[in-house]
């Protein structure tokens, strides 16, 4: 940004990277350190102790590793499966179908559900597939909680429930980069083997950081799994935790004050909280693209995502000059559509480290490129349908009642 001078903030409201709040910026403002000196890994006890509050488990075992999402991807499943073995996966999106084009890298057998993309998971199918399975050569079954490429959030839950109904014992791996943090996720209760999470996302810090989270089921699936690994290899990880060093490998100090402050900012405001924010911000956001007469790449309300909304634009219009214009002329940044959904939509993220005035800044700029490319927006429709609703909505700020 300071090679593309503009005056005031940029308006960050991609689904990732999101805000940085100035207290993790100050946080991370610090010299090097040793690691292996007694600071470093009594801050990293801590910090694992506290990340499984944000998974919502008792059992499972955190790995911080410097990696992003694409990374917790491949440790997730290099640790816990072997070459040859079985998968299933969900392609509902382009970073459904990412992960599933790993898997195939990584040469596993993956049995794809596919399904349009604007929909969920096809979880008739994955029923039909785990009834047939008697032989249980399905290994794992893999799905991403929320597909930022479309706003699209599947049912954890329901996929557990299929699971046991049929006694299964294929492991549950969860993408859970643009949820955990913002949308409802309870490992334990759902019986999640493992689950990742990025730091550029609902943490609301600079990408780097790959969070994962082993059960129990996972972490003896590790001790049998073939797939060659290193630089990601949970067993490195536990070794050193025995140690009470913790690291196999220097970490990012910056980033583990980091995440000390935006765990603190989240636990303070209460993860339930969060939530309950974020749910606010993505129904503020889904009635504006309704008073704009725009409609929702999701199909149905089930899947509504709380953390992205994708916006179908009409025919006539380039959702990419949407974007650039935002970004030329307002300072504003939105998600570009991608791959099948190119040009078709462009993407509001609202997670992380966000609040509603925000966002209604977003909604303003976003009507003023509706205008400016053609579109015939009734001025202030989008940001009146929002603001109605979220001055009903708004809870006081707790510290200052």
């Not at 916006?311 to 030329?328: C, L």
């Not at 700029?365 to 509706?370: A, I, K, N, P, R």
């Not at 400016?372 to 940001?383: I, Q, T």
């Amino acid at each position: 940004m300071d090679r593309y001078f503009a005056p005031g903030t940029n308006h960050l409201f991609v689904p990732g990277p999101v805000n940085i709040p100035d207290h993790v910026i100050r946080a991370m403002n610090r010299n090097n350190e040793d690691y292996r000196a007694p600071p470093i890994p009594a801050l990293t006890r801590d910090l694992l102790e506290d990340v499984k509050k944000i998974f919502k488990t008792t059992t499972g075992t955190p790995f911080l590793i410097p990696t992003t999402g694409t990374g917790a991807w491949e440790s997730a499943l290099t640790n816990t499966l072997s070459p040859g073995d079985r998968t299933v996966s969900f392609l509902i999106g382009q970073f459904s179908l990412l992960w599933i084009d790993q898997q195939k890298r990584l040469r596993f057998n993956v049995d794809v559900i596919e399904s349009e993309w604007g929909q969920g998971a096809n979880l008739e199918i994955l029923a039909e597939k785990i009834a047939a399975d008697r032989a249980h050569t399905i290994k794992a079954v893999c799905i991403v909680h929320n597909e930022t490429a479309t706003g699209v959030t599947n049912n954890l839950a329901a996929v557990r429930r299929i699971l046991d109904e049929y006694s299964h014992p294929a492991l549950f791996l969860v993408d859970g980069v643009s949820s955990i943090c913002a949308l409802d996720f309870r490992m334990d209760e759902w019986g999640v083997d493992v689950a990742l999470t990025g730091s550029q996302k609902a943490l609301s810090l600079p990408t780097g950081m790959g969070i994962v989270c082993a059960g129990p089921k996972a972490l003896e699936a590790s001790k049998s799994a073939q797939s060659v690994r290193f630089f990601f290899d949970w067993n490195d990880y536990l070794k050193f935790y025995k140690l009470g060093t913790f690291w196999p490998y220097t970490p990012s100090i910056q980033l583990l004050y980091g995440m000390r402050a935006a765990l603190d900012i989240i636990f303070e405001e209460g993860l339930d909280n969060v939530i309950e924010r974020h749910s606010r911000l993505g129904k503020a956001t889904r009635l504006a693209v309704e008073a704009w007469g725009l409609k929702n790449c999701t199909q149905r309300e089930e899947w509504f995502s709380d953390t992205v909304t994708a916006v179908v634009v009409p025919p006539y219009i380039d959702s990419t000059e949407i974007v650039k214009r935002a970004w030329k002329r307002y300072n504003l940044s939105l998600g570009l559509g991608l791959n099948k959904v190119a040009g078709k939509v462009f993407r509001i993220g609202h997670l992380g480290h966000l609040n509603d005035v925000q966002l209604l800044g977003c909604l303003a700029g976003v009507e003023m490129v509706l205008k400016d490319v053609g579109y015939p927006v009734k001025m202030g429709s989008g940001v009146g349908a929002a603001s109605a609703y979220l001055q009903n909505t708004i809870p006081l700020i707790p510290s200052r009642i």
